[in-house]
């Protein structure tokens, strides 16, 4: 059974720097991509980004919003994907979810359950 | 950026109605098009991808339908189980974008 388990939320202040770890079980971690989406609270699902597997080069795409403050990276050995938050603003508060996806991350076949991000003074 | 225009963003119907949304893209995303489901308090699920294809394990009176810019979902017999928050998702040039979301109630 597919299972993703995000960690590392919680309350931050402006400013600041926060990392999220998704660990992943049951698929072979290194065969997909990974991608992380926001929900701010009562709101909908935004894209944040996502990371290729190293098949497809392992690179990274990222959302308007967050490129050049978010950074997303992968430990296949460990079977984690990472999304660092830097330079986080009050707009960034929401749950956070990793999902796995293929190639392009163009669908979310598999979601973790969330983990909530607020940052507030 | 493609802008994913989700109607209606609410509605009530009884059990066994048939609900539909629509969704419409700025521009051509040809079949690019996904639905999810998220249930109050859970992350959201994979109902359909590529607008038209059901995911495994989804009961069949979920279907989607469309091509270009004008997509639909459809329950065809609602259920009880089925109140949730409903979302289309776009891909095109590397970019994913949502649509705003359909809260389906019952009445």
């Known amino acids: 059974e597919v299972q993703l388990v995000e960690s590392g939320g919680g309350l931050v202040q402006p400013g600041r720097s926060l990392r999220l770890s998704c660990t992943a079980s049951?698929?072979?971690?290194?065969?997909?991509?990974m991608s992380w989406v926001r929900q701010a609270p009562g709101k909908g699902l935004e894209w944040v980004g996502f990371?290729?597997?190293?098949?497809?080069?392992?690179?990274?795409e990222y959302a308007a919003s967050v490129k050049g403050r978010f950074t997303i990276s992968r430990d296949d050995s460990k079977s984690i994907a990472y999304l660092q938050m830097n330079s986080l603003k009050t707009e960034d508060t929401a749950v956070y979810y990793c999902t796995r996806c293929g190639g392009d991350c163009y669908t979310s076949s598999n979601w973790g359950q969330g983990t909530l991000v607020t940052v507030s003074s | 950026d493609i802008q994913m225009t989700q109607s209606p963003s609410s509605l009530s119907a009884s059990v066994g109605d048939r609900v539909t949304i629509t969704c419409q893209a700025s521009q051509d995303i040809s079949n690019y098009l996904n639905w999810y489901q998220q249930k109050p308090g859970k992350a959201p699920k994979l109902l359909i991808y590529?607008?038209?294809n059901l995911e495994t394990g989804v009961p069949s009176r979920f279907s989607g339908s469309g091509s270009g810019t004008d997509f639909t979902f459809t329950i065809s017999s609602l259920q009880p189980e089925d109140i949730a928050t409903y979302y289309c998702q776009q891909y095109d040039n590397l970019r994913l974008t949502f649509g705003g979301g359909t809260k389906v109630e019952i009445k």
């Open positions: 990371i290729r597997s190293k098949a497809y080069g392992g690179t990274r």
């Open positions: 049951g698929f072979t971690f290194g065969d997909y991509a």
């Open positions: 590529d607008a038209s």
